[in-house]
C-alpha cells in the first residue's frame, strides 16, 4: 500500500541527517509522501503530486537556464573560476561539451513549451536527437515543432515509449551507422598504429586499405577456380582454430591481413621476429576509435 512506512525501502532518515545544501527539497519530499502522507488529503493533494513530478521529470530546462546564465553573465567568477571552462570542469564536474548540450536541450524544449506543448522530450539526448532529425528534414525552415508534433502523433497511436532513437526514425526513418567495428588482438593493433604513424594516416584508414585490397583480390579471382586439397596437416590447424571460442573466421583473416601488411612494410627497414608472432586470436579487446 502506498505511504506504508515498511514498505517505500527508502531508507528512513531518523537522525537528522547532514544533508548537502541543495537537498532539502528532497528531505521535505521524503516527509510529505511517506511520513507525514499528504497524499491522503484528497484529490488535491495527489494532483498537487504530479505536478511536481512533471517538474521534476523536465528539470534539465531549468538547469540549463541557469547554466546559460552562469556562461552569458560570468557568474561563475562570484564563485572564484576564472572561465566557464574552468567552472564547468571544476565545479560541475562536466565537460563544456555536455553543459552546451545541456544548454541546447533547454532551449529546444522551452521553444516547444512556447509553441503551447505540454508534453516535452523526457532528457538531454531526447531533444537534441530531435534537433539534429529536424535539420536534416530542412537546413532553411525550423522544422523542429512540426516533427515534434509528428513524433507525439505516431507514439500514441502506435502506443509505443518515445526514445531518442524512436524520435530519429519517426522523422527521418531507419539508418544504417556508416562505421563498424572489429575485433584485433592488441598486438597486432599497436603494430597497425605504429604503421600507420610512420605513413602519417590514422590507423583506422591504413586498416580500411589493407581490406579493401583484400576485398578487390577477391572479386577479381576467378570463381571457377578450382580448389586444391589442403594438406592434413593444415586441415587439423583449421579444425583447432574453429575450436577456439574467441575467434570468428573473419576476424582471423583481418589479423592476417594487418599481419601481412606489417610485414611486408617492415621488411624494407627492419627483421621482425617471427616468432613473437601469435598464431591464434587469443584477445578480444576492441579497435579504439581514433586511438
Same mark, same amino acid.
Given at each position: 500500500?502506498?505511504?506504508?512506512?515498511?514498505?517505500?525501502?527508502?531508507?528512513?532518515?531518523?537522525?537528522?541527517?547532514?544533508?548537502?545544501?541543495?537537498?532539502?527539497?528532497?528531505?521535505?519530499?521524503?516527509?510529505?509522501?511517506?511520513?507525514?502522507?499528504?497524499?491522503?488529503?484528497? !484529490?488535491?493533494?495527489?494532483?498537487?503530486?504530479?505536478?511536481?513530478?512533471?517538474?521534476?521529470?523536465?528539470?534539465?530546462?531549468?538547469?540549463?537556464? @541557469?547554466?546559460?546564465?552562469?556562461?552569458?553573465?560570468?557568474?561563475? =567568477?562570484?564563485?572564484?573560476? #576564472?572561465?566557464?571552462?574552468?567552472?564547468?570542469?571544476?565545479?560541475?564536474?562536466?565537460?563544456?561539451?555536455?553543459?552546451?548540450?545541456?544548454?541546447?536541450?533547454?532551449?529546444?524544449?522551452?521553444?516547444?513549451?512556447?509553441?503551447?506543448?505540454?508534453?516535452?522530450?523526457?532528457?538531454?539526448?531526447?531533444?537534441?536527437?530531435?534537433?539534429?532529425?529536424?535539420?536534416?528534414?530542412?537546413?532553411?525552415?525550423?522544422?523542429?515543432?512540426?516533427?515534434?508534433?509528428?513524433?507525439?502523433?505516431? @507514439?500514441?497511436?502506435?502506443?509505443?515509449?518515445?526514445?531518442?532513437?524512436?524520435?530519429?526514425?519517426?522523422?527521418?526513418?531507419?539508418?544504417?551507422?556508416?562505421?563498424?567495428?572489429?575485433?584485433?588482438?592488441?598486438?597486432?593493433?599497436?603494430?597497425?598504429?605504429?604503421?600507420?604513424?610512420?605513413?602519417?594516416?590514422?590507423?583506422?584508414?591504413?586498416?580500411?586499405?589493407?581490406?579493401?585490397?583484400?576485398?578487390?583480390?577477391?572479386?577479381?579471382?576467378?570463381?571457377?577456380?578450382?580448389?586444391?586439397?589442403?594438406?592434413?596437416?593444415?586441415?587439423? =590447424?583449421?579444425?583447432?582454430?574453429? #575450436?577456439?571460442?574467441?575467434?570468428?573466421?573473419?576476424?582471423?583473416?583481418?589479423?592476417?591481413?594487418?599481419?601481412?601488411?606489417?610485414?611486408?612494410?617492415?621488411?624494407? !627497414?627492419?627483421?621482425?621476429?617471427?616468432?613473437?608472432?601469435?598464431?591464434?586470436?587469443?584477445?578480444?579487446?576492441?579497435?579504439?576509435?581514433?586511438?
Amino acid at each position: 500500500m502506498i505511504g506504508n512506512l515498511y514498505d517505500h525501502k527508502f531508507e528512513t532518515p531518523f537522525n537528522d541527517p547532514e544533508l548537502p545544501n541543495w537537498a532539502d527539497g528532497y528531505l521535505d519530499k521524503f516527509c510529505d509522501l511517506f511520513w507525514d502522507n499528504t497524499w491522503k488529503e484528497g !484529490d488535491e493533494a495527489t494532483a498537487s503530486l504530479e505536478i511536481d513530478m512533471l517538474a521534476d521529470r523536465y528539470a534539465y530546462i531549468k538547469e540549463g537556464m @541557469a547554466l546559460r546564465a552562469f556562461q552569458i553573465y560570468k557568474l561563475y =567568477k562570484d564563485l572564484g573560476y #576564472k572561465t566557464f571552462k574552468e567552472y564547468c570542469l571544476k565545479g560541475l564536474k562536466k565537460s563544456v561539451y555536455y553543459v552546451k548540450r545541456v544548454i541546447k536541450a533547454a532551449q529546444i524544449s522551452w521553444s516547444l513549451m512556447l509553441s503551447g506543448f505540454t508534453e516535452l522530450p523526457d532528457n538531454v539526448s531526447q531533444a537534441q536527437k530531435l534537433a539534429s532529425s529536424a535539420s536534416q528534414v530542412s537546413e532553411e525552415v525550423d522544422e523542429t515543432v512540426s516533427c515534434w508534433q509528428e513524433v507525439l502523433g505516431r @507514439a500514441k497511436q502506435e502506443s509505443k515509449p518515445i526514445t531518442a532513437t524512436y524520435i530519429e526514425t519517426t522523422i527521418i526513418g531507419e539508418t544504417i551507422p556508416l562505421l563498424a567495428t572489429a575485433k584485433l588482438p592488441r598486438d597486432i593493433w599497436d603494430k597497425l598504429k605504429a604503421q600507420a604513424k610512420r605513413q602519417e594516416v590514422k590507423p583506422e584508414k591504413l586498416l580500411e586499405e589493407i581490406v579493401g585490397n583484400y576485398l578487390g583480390q577477391e572479386q577479381d579471382s576467378d570463381p571457377e577456380t578450382e580448389t586444391v586439397a589442403e594438406p592434413e596437416s593444415k586441415k587439423s =590447424k583449421k579444425v583447432l582454430m574453429l #575450436k577456439t571460442p574467441e575467434i570468428k573466421a573473419w576476424e582471423k583473416d583481418l589479423q592476417d591481413l594487418v599481419q601481412e601488411k606489417y610485414n611486408n612494410e617492415a621488411h624494407s !627497414d627492419i627483421i621482425t621476429d617471427s616468432s613473437a608472432i601469435p598464431e591464434i586470436f587469443q584477445s578480444d579487446g576492441g579497435v579504439p576509435p581514433g586511438s
